[in-house]
């Protein structure tokens, strides 16, 4: 899959996401590091500008993209039975799946949804603001989720 940017360049899905993350956090340029780890930087950034929740509140989105994160986290290494048996997980992953339902597949229960790698496709919400033109959507592939989940855990 390939992106363009307003410069005609052309690039990779993995390339267009660390783009649009280098951009908005250019145009976010108040996140000081003295605040906030780049990791936590990076779960902020999964919840306003890849799952487009718009709260105001760095530290309430910090929250929701910590527990996007640790969703994603579970589903990928397929334990979600495990983290769903306490109940404040259980409704932390209920939620989650919803900000992430593009992505995955779960037949016919939610709580053992798995990330639909042949034909899941997801375009970051935030890409129009930092001049990056989707020509199309990310492919949610194993190797384009093995390498996200690194991105945002780094």
Do not use: P
């Given at each position: ?8 360049n ?6 267009a ?9 250019e ?12 990791s936590?930087i ?5 919840s ?17 993209g910590n ?20 109940d404040e997980?259980y ?5 989650s ?5 593009d992505w995955?597949?779960?037949g ?16 970051p919400k935030?890409?129009?603001l930092?001049n990056?033109?989707?020509?199309d959507?990310?492919d949610i592939d194993?190797?384009?989720m ?9």
């Open positions: 899959m390939t992106y363009k940017t307003n410069d005609k052309y690039i990779t899905g993995k390339e996401v660390f783009k649009l993350y280098e951009n908005w956090k145009d976010n340029e108040y996140f000081k590091e003295d605040n906030y780890t780049e936590e990076k779960k902020i950034f999964l306003d500008a890849i799952c487009n929740i718009t709260t105001y509140d760095d530290d309430l989105s910090l929250e929701f527990m996007i994160y640790d969703t994603m986290e579970v589903i990928f290494e397929r334990k979600t039975f495990e983290y769903i048996k306490h997980n409704i932390k992953y209920i939620l799946c919803h900000f992430i339902e995955l597949d779960w016919t229960s939610i709580r053992g949804a798995w990330f639909n790698y042949f034909d899941a496709k997801f375009e935030g890409a129009y930092c990056i033109i989707v020509q959507y990310i194993e190797c384009f093995n390498w996200f989940m690194l991105f945002l855990k780094e």
